[in-house]
Nanobody
């Protein structure tokens, strides 16, 4: 079993930054792909950034490329999401997700992941 616990959300002004953390526990092979999704009220959950723990390859949604950075600290079993130049449209609940094997074509699809955290809220005001 895999457990994921997010932290680091908050309320900021447009242009400011936040760093989200996802502390993971459980069977390592069940979380070889980890990432971040977000969901705004009334909208579907969308993929933001994914990292492969095997080789550190990363994938990003077009809307966050150049502003968000996903990284990991193996010693702490933690994955981070650095959010820079935040915009009001970045507002939403941010969820950490993990799974053992995810085809490249669906890496940013929430349906591809079995394990989820409880979420952390990010609110960006203009």
């Amino acid at each position: 079993q895999v457990q994921l616990v997010e932290s680091g959300g908050g309320s900021v002004q447009a242009g400011e930054s936040l760093r989200l953390s996802c502390a993971a526990s459980g069977y390592m092979n069940s979380r070889r792909y980890m990432g971040w999704f977000r969901q705004a009220p009334g909208k579907e959950r969308e993929g933001v950034a994914i990292i492969s723990l095997d080789n550190d390859i990363t994938w990003y949604a077009d809307s966050v490329k150049g502003r968000f950075t996903i990284s990991r600290d193996n010693g702490k079993n933690t994955v981070y999401l650095q959010l820079n130049s935040l915009r009001p449209e970045d507002t939403g609940m941010y969820y950490c997700a993990a799974d053992s094997s995810v085809p490249t074509r669906v890496l940013l699809s929430s349906r591809a992941y079995r394990y989820w955290g409880q979420g952390t809220q990010v609110t960006v005001s203009s």
